[in-house]
């Protein structure tokens, strides 16, 4: 690597879990060994541990009407009062729930005690707006504590929110108003972002004088940037004035656990992001319960770090509703990792002693780029675990952050999930599995996944196909909102019973599991099936390479062929010629996969053309790399990126 630690061999060494941590994690073996004997009754149990409800409930699952399931389906539970009111009634009140900080460096610690009254107040501010159970709540705000207030108000009360992210254009936002119709959009006037403020309000404003009447009613304007807004009267009420004299008394009404709480709406194959529905009682208990178990997570002592925005499900999953339904005391970050500087995070980290980080690949391989002094320059012991999430982590990746950020000691759990599952769904246990850098490998207790071919015949340990998951799960999503057939077509339509993530996956000799990537960009190259996951891996492990896009474009003779787009690293970029470059890369490649994976084509870019969130857009890229107009672009975080790749392919 280029800051001078070996390329590790292709099998890199495996990692048993340390024995003293082993000997006290939260997760034992025997968690795996409930679950298989009577899966039904392990999940009652999880229900029962991780819940508190309203009517408990006598029935676990409901898989009459598949694939429409229902978990839990007679207990009575309030979302909201299992994140806050349980806690201070449980006498720990006094705990930090949130401990925040602003990208400019204002700072605020909320406890558990303050957090249970501000959602209090906001959900007898909301009721008093008019919304009741069932109606849909637009959240457009930054990464502010006012963001989980708004979020926990919303289930309070029995409604159903549909977070935005801050960073999805006026247009967006108008289409996810309109299709959830929802009555209120709660904002800001602004939040921070790369050391100014980025404007909010003005986007919903946009959003609402675009054409056709929208159902919106009132627009809740939190105060946070500061920056100068537009007025509607009668429409438009700032936050803090609304909340003004409003009771810290509201008691929670319980739902059936079958009740709507969210729709976050994620892209799929086509241009219509989907909203996706998930529901109360089982979507609580599994969240709560990987929270617990795959972070291994004590409540009293840990400092948790989940860096995603709310607006993702990774935020609303393991930034609000898991740490909170545990009782975790967490760190909520406003800003961008760089901002002031690229050492920030590292900063987070040593002032408030975090204990569990969860991120993405894609941040790992950013720091990785900036160069490890940075982040050893700050004491990162307090670090026990890590996570990530988001895409295959690649092994140099992997072993990097364990390395550097963990100290070459704490164990990763790479957490393989998605919207639609609601909660994680493969990953390793810390206490219990021997890691291997690269793989998510197990399944969690209770979680029942397999690999299967095209006419859905399991394949062989070794080969690759398409990963299904064959037993219903408590968080899985309940639908797509008004779109019942998009939601049986998407889903399991192609083998029925079994529920079609989209990603392709293999299983080791071992039986673990390595996913592959979406299985649009499985390619196939000579009727050999290769992974982009697999090559851009391949690319990564090389000093010279940054970050890779691998992409199959169609090839008259091969069927599809190997383009890879490759950011170099800064300073190795100097020392070689470009041509020079892309030779030693092809031969890379084919030395550590085989001659068959060596790209056809390598690109040198300045950067990858990304979504907000991160993930690599290889859709687009296969557009360059097939010579074809590039496609719609409107979820790039960068719009400007594909200009520069498509000018630099000619
Ligand atoms: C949580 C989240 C889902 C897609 C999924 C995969 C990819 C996520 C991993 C991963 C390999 C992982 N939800 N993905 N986690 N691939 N290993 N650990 O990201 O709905 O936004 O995306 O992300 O392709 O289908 S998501």
């Excluded at 990126?641 to 630099?648: C, F, H, K, N, P």
Aim: with cysteine; aromatic share 8%; net charge negative.
């Amino acid at each position: 690597m280029a800051d001078g630690t070996p390329t590790p061999p292709r099998e890199a060494s495996t990692f048993a879990p340390d024995p003293v941590f082993a000997s006290n994690a939260v997760a034992t073996r025997d968690l795996a060994d409930r679950a298989h004997a009577d899966r039904s009754a392990f999940w009652a149990e999880q229900a029962d541990a991780c819940v508190t409800w309203g009517r408990r409930p006598t029935e676990t699952l409901d898989w009459s009407d598949p694939p429409f399931a229902r978990w839990f389906a007679d207990g009575t539970l309030n979302v909201a009062y299992n994140c806050l009111d349980r806690h201070v009634e449980a006498g720990h009140g006094e705990r930090v729930a949130l401990l925040w900080e602003g990208e400019p460096g204002d700072a605020r610690a909320v406890t558990y005690a303050e957090l249970t009254a501000d959602v209090k107040r906001a959900a007898n501010l909301l009721s008093s707006l008019g919304v009741g159970p069932g109606d849909r709540v637009v959240v457009y705000l930054p990464q502010i504590p006012e963001a989980v207030v708004a979020m926990l108000a919303v289930a309070r009360l029995g409604a159903v929110h549909s977070v935005v992210f801050g960073g999805f254009s006026a247009e967006s936002l108008r289409a996810r108003i309109d299709d959830a119709e929802a009555t209120l959009v709660i904002t800001a006037d602004g939040g921070w972002r790369k050391g100014s403020v980025s404007p909010l309000k003005p986007a919903v404003d946009a959003a609402l004088a675009l054409g056709g009447r929208s159902t919106v009613e009132n627009v809740l304007v939190i105060r946070r940037g500061e920056n100068a807004v537009d007025w509607v009267e009668g429409r438009d009420l700032w936050w803090h004035e609304a909340l003004e004299g409003v009771e810290a008394e509201h008691t929670a009404e319980m739902f059936e656990a079958e009740h709507p709480l969210f729709i976050l709406y994620t892209s799929g194959t086509t241009g219509r992001p989907k909203g996706i529905l998930h529901t109360s009682g089982g979507y609580l208990t599994q969240v709560a319960y990987t929270h617990r178990n795959v972070f291994d997570l004590r409540p009293e002592t840990d400092v948790y770090w989940c860096t995603a925005d709310v607006g993702w499900i990774t935020g609303h999953s393991y930034v609000v509703y898991g740490p909170l339904a545990n009782g975790a005391t967490q760190v909520l970050y406003e800003g961008t990792p760089d901002s002031p500087g690229p050492g920030r995070w590292w900063d987070l980290v040593e002032k408030y002693g975090v204990t569990i980080l969860y991120t993405a690949p894609t941040a790992i391989r950013g720091f990785m780029k900036a160069g490890r002094e940075i982040p050893q320059a700050r004491d990162l012991t307090s670090l026990r675990l890590l996570g990530s999430v988001g895409e295959p982590i690649n092994p140099e990746a992997w072993l990097w952050y364990r390395e550097v950020i963990g100290s070459g000691t704490t164990p990763i759990v790479d957490t393989w999930w998605q919207t639609e599952t609601g909660a994680m769904m493969i990953s390793p246990l810390p206490g219990v599995t021997t890691t291997k850098p690269g793989a998510a490998q197990t399944p969690v207790p209770g979680i029942v996944v397999d690999v299967v071919d095209d006419q859905g015949v399991p394949v062989a340990d070794g080969e690759s196909g398409l990963l299904v998951v064959t037993e219903p799960w408590p968080s899985m999503l309940r639908g797509i909102w008004g779109d019942r057939d998009r939601y049986v077509e998407t889903y399991w339509g192609r083998f029925g019973d079994r529920y079609f993530a989209g990603d392709g996956a293999r299983r080791d000799d071992d039986g673990d599991i390595w996913l592959l990537g979406r299985v649009d960009d499985v390619m196939n190259v000579s009727g050999h099936r290769l992974s982009t996951a697999e090559i851009e891996s391949a690319l990564v492990s090389n000093p010279l390479v940054a970050e890779s896009a691998v992409v199959g474009a169609a090839d008259e003779t091969t069927g599809q062929a190997v383009v890879a787009f490759v950011v170099l690293r800064d300073k190795k970029r100097r020392s070689v010629t470009p041509e020079e470059a892309v030779a030693r890369l092809r031969a890379h490649v084919a030395d550590r996969i085989g001659a068959i994976a060596r790209p056809r084509t390598i690109v040198l870019v300045d950067e990858l053309p990304k979504t907000r969130s991160g993930k690599i857009m290889r859709r687009l890229l296969r557009d360059v790399a097939e010579g074809r107009e590039v496609g719609d672009t409107t979820t790039l975080a960068d719009s400007a990126v594909m200009g520069v790749i498509t000018a630099e392919m000619r």
